[in-house]
Nanobody, 115 residues
Framework: QVQLVESGGGLVQPGGSLRLSCVVS????????MAWYRQAPGKQRDLVAK???????NYADSVKGRFTISRDNAKKTIYLQMSSLKPEDTAVYYCNAQKYSDDYWGQGTQVTVSS
């Protein structure tokens, strides 16, 4: 079993920065891919960024150059550093872990970008 707990969301002005964290409980090294998704009101949940066990990363076009995903194996934590935030980045951000054919989700953390 895998449990995910996100933190770091909040209210930030346009152009500002936030760092989200996702702490993993349970088996860490059998997780193939860790990712961040987001869901805005009335919209589907979309992939923001993902990182493999080997450290390869992929980003949605809308966040390339502004967001960085990283992982700390010792702390069993992944991060999403978000910079140059825009109002359209407002959403609930979810941490996701893919282990074999199973998907695990955190409870989500709200990010609001507004002046």
């Amino acid at each position: 079993q895998v449990q995910l707990v996100e933190s770091g969301g909040g209210l930030v002005q346009p152009g500002g920065s936030l760092r989200l964290s996702c702490v993993v409980s349970g088996s860490w090294f059998t997780i193939n891919i860790m990712a961040w998704y987001r869901q805005a009101p009335g919209k589907q949940r979309d992939l923001v960024a993902k990182i493999t066990r080997a450290g390869s990363t992929n980003y949605a076009d809308s966040v390339k150059g502004r967001f960085t995903i990283s992982r700390d194996n010792a702390k069993k934590t992944i991060y999403l550093q978000m910079s140059s935030l825009k109002p359209e980045d407002t959403a609930v951000y979810y941490c996701n872990a893919q282990k074999y054919s199973d998907d695990y989700w955190g409870q989500g953390t709200q990010v609001t970008v507004s002046s």
